[in-house]
T-cell receptor
């Protein structure tokens, strides 16, 4: 059974710092991995989708990497801003069922001005 | 604008009542999903539907029911059989399952509280 773990559960950094969020998964037979952002009391917004054949994806100040063999993904945020404060979740579809995304519990990021 | 609309945003349920959460999408997506999110927990899949008139149970379907009569709509009913319904409910959609690796889009969520 696929399990997704995100460490740390919470992270607080000063504005301007570069930071890395971690996501690990137990079954490396994945089709893709997605990173989401969730603001308090809101739905999820997709940030990046990395296909299993890719090693990284970039969008603005965000860069996500994927290492299937080690079961890990990282989300790198450059020059963090207070507006980046949110919970970041990663999710993977288990083999044979892309509709059944398995989510991590998320990392709550606070960027202090 | 294209997107997913969930209503109501806040809903209160009395003991023994059934309540229905609405989810509508105008993205022309074939697949739709319902997730439940509890504080400090990851999202858990309740039901999903890949095409009209078809749906499948997720990991925590007990006490819930759905219908998919139209492509745009996927309402979720929380029945009285669901003993702990207080949670944040999220509806989502994506392009057809056969196209692996598609981004999933979420609505803004509905808060359900038992009173």
């Amino acid at each position: 059974k696929q399990e997704v773990t995100q460490i740390p559960a919470a992270l607080s950094v000063p504005e301007g710092e570069n930071l890395v969020l971690n996501c690990s998964f137990t079954d490396s037979a994945i089709y893709n991995l997605q990173w989401f952002r969730q603001d308090p009391g809101k739905g999820l917004t997709s940030l990046l989708l990395i296909q299993s054949s890719q090693r990284e994806q970039t969008s603005g100040r965000l860069n996500a990497s994927l290492d299937k063999s080690s079961g890990r993904s990282t989300l790198y945020i450059a020059a963090s801003q207070p507006g980046d404060s949110a919970t970041y979740l990663c999710a993977v579809p288990p083999q044979g069922g892309s509709e059944k995304l398995v989510f991590g519990k998320g990392t709550k990021l606070t960027v202090n001005p | 604008d294209g997107g997913i609309t969930q209503s109501p945003k806040y809903l209160f349920r009395k003991e023994g009542q059934n309540v229905t959460l609405s989810c509508e999408q105008n993205l022309n997506h074939d697949a739709m999903y319902w997730y439940r999110q509890d504080p400090g927990q990851g999202l858990r899949l309740i039901y999903y539907s890949q095409i009209v008139n078809d749906f499948q149970k997720g990991d925590i379907a007990e006490g819930y029911s759905v219908s998919r009569e139209k492509k745009e709509s996927f309402p979720l009913t929380v029945t009285s059989a669901q003993k702990n319904p207080t949670a944040f409910y999220l509806c989502a959609s994506s392009i057809a399952r056969s196209q692996l690796g598609n981004t999933i889009y979420f609505g803004e969520g509905s808060w359900l509280t038992v009173v």
